[in-house]
């Protein structure tokens, strides 16, 4: 059973600029999370993708954006980068039963630096 | 609006004492609730959870506690080992619908010393 990655593990950008992180969820899982953590804070929900449908978002504004595909691997996009941007980016994955309580399971992050 | 909260900071724990990691919260709604801990460079790993309808779960070194009138939970691990310094978050979720989103505490450093 393969957990939870995602690429790259680093990245730096400039203000205004677009970009894409790719997140593979855990082997059996159909439901993925995207959470950012800002220095010294703890990880903040920004949306969830189920079957390849949003499922919920977070306090973020539409410059935040995602997708799931049909191998439940996922993308956040964020376009016109702005400096508070810069935080670690994470995944996480879950089997998406809508009637339990879901654990879910953390990739490694991706960490972004807006300049 | 801090929904969750881990008003300690940091914790430091001398190896083989026990290690208390307490977590506030403020919405009544929430459904379960998770511990995680979290190393440098790496994503938080699940380690305990604990539904609204119980009040303790224990896994080996690690046990919840919940007090819903107080809204409050610990994390006890005991005996404490060097291996566990990392950060502790707490998180909260509301389950049904909404069960994805996970609300997280600020987070515990903990520091065990041999």
């Known amino acids: 059973e393969t957990g939870v990655t995602q690429s790259p593990t680093h990245l730096i950008k400039t203000r205004g600029q677009q970009v894409t992180l790719r997140c593979s969820s855990q082997s059996g899982h159909n439901t993925v999370s995207w959470y950012q953590q800002a220095l010294g804070q703890g990880p903040q929900f920004i949306f969830q993708y189920y079957r390849e449908e949003e499922n919920g978002r977070g306090n973020f504004p539409p410059r935040f954006s995602g997708l799931q595909f049909p191998n439940y691997s996922s993308e956040l996009n964020v376009n016109a980068l702005e400096l508070d941007d810069s935080a670690l980016y994470l995944c996480?994955?879950?089997?998406?039963?809508?009637?339990?309580?879901?654990?879910?399971?953390f990739g490694p992050g991706t960490r972004l630096l807006v300049l | 609006d801090q929904q969750v909260k881990q008003n300690s900071p940091s914790l430091s724990v001398q190896e083989g004492r026990i290690s208390i990691l307490n977590c506030d919260y403020t919405?009544?709604?929430?459904?379960?609730f998770l511990w995680y801990k979290k190393y440098p460079a790496e994503g938080p790993t699940f380690l305990i959870s604990?539904?609204?309808?119980?009040d303790k779960n224990e896994d080996g070194r690690f046990t919840v506690f919940l007090n819903k009138s107080a809204k409050h939970l610990s994390l006890h691990i005991v005996p404490s080992q060097p291996g566990d310094s990392a950060v502790y978050f707490c998180a909260a979720g509301l389950g049904g619908t909404s069960y994805g989103k996970l609300t997280f505490g600020q987070g515990t450093i903990l520091t065990v010393h041999p």
């Open positions: 996480a994955s879950s089997l998406g039963d809508l009637a339990g309580q879901e654990t879910q399971y």
């Open positions: 919405n009544s709604m929430f459904d379960y």
């Open positions: 604990i539904s609204s309808i119980k």
